[in-house]
T-cell receptor, first 115, second 114 residues
Framework: KQEVTQIPAALSVPEGENLVLNCSFTDSAIYNLQWFRQDPGKGLTSLLLIQSSQREQTSGRLNASLDKSSGRSTLYIAASQPGDSATYLCAVGVISNFGNEKLTFGTGTRLTIIP | DVKVTQSSRYLVKRTGEKVFLECVQDMDHENMFWYRQDPGLGLRLIYFSYDVKMKEKGDIPEGYSVSREKKERFSLILESASTNQTSMYLC?????????????FGQGTRLTVV
């Protein structure tokens, strides 16, 4: 059974710093990996999607990398801002017995950017 | 933009009530999912559906059922609500296109069972 781990559970950094969030998974046979952001009491917003054949994806100040062989992904946030404060979740997509994808989530990293 | 809409942001129900959580997506996605999210446990898959009238159990289906009569609507049903079903419920939809699958989530329903 696929297990997804995110460490640390919480992280506080001063505004302006670059930071890295980590995600590890136990089964390298993944379909893709997706990073989400969740604000308190809200739903999830998709940030980046990396297909299994890709090594990284970039969107603005965000860069996500994927190393399937080692079962790891990182989310790099450059020049952090207070508005980046949120919980960040990674999810790995696997193919179900029915040939469609379903996601397994990590428990998230709660990020606080200190002004 | 893809829009996934859950019918309620907050619900308070009594133990033993039958509860319906509704989810509608407007992008003709084949796949729809219901998750619950609890502190320290993350998101756990309750049920999913890959087509109309089709449903499959996720990791924690006990105490729940689902209905998908139309492609755009996926309903989660708590047959007899219990206090341990107090949680945040999240609906998602996704599509498969040329090997790319991306999931989109609703805003969540915070259910309290008293």
């Amino acid at each position: 059974k696929q297990e997804v781990t995110q460490i640390p559970a919480a992280l506080s950094v001063p505004e302006g710093e670059n930071l890295v969030l980590n995600c590890s998974f136990t089964d390298s046979a993944i379909y893709n990996l997706q990073w989400f952001r969740q604000d308190p009491g809200k739903g999830l917003t998709s940030l980046l999607l990396i297909q299994s054949s890709q090594r990284e994806q970039t969107s603005g100040r965000l860069n996500a990398s994927l190393d399937k062989s080692s079962g790891r992904s990182t989310l790099y946030i450059a020049a952090s801002q207070p508005g980046d404060s949120a919980t960040y979740l990674c999810a790995v997509g696997v193919i179900s017995n029915f040939g469609n994808e379903k996601l397994t989530f990590g428990t998230g990293t709660r990020l606080t950017i200190i002004p | 933009d893809v829009k996934v809409t859950q019918s309620s942001r907050y619900l308070v129900k009594r133990t033993g009530e039958k509860v319906f959580l509704e989810c509608v997506q407007d992008m003709d996605h084949e796949n729809m999912f219901w998750y619950r999210q609890d502190p320290g446990l993350g998101l756990r898959l309750i049920y999913f559906s890959y087509d109309v009238k089709m449903k499959e159990k996720g990791d924690i289906p006990e105490g729940y059922s689902v209905s998908r009569e139309k492609k755009e609507r996926f309903s989660l049903i708590l047959e007899s609500a219990s206090t341990n079903q107090t949680s945040m419920y999240l609906c998602a939809s996704s599509y498969d296109f040329e090997g790319i699958t991306e999931a989109f989530f609703g805003q969540g329903t915070r259910l309290t069972v008293v």
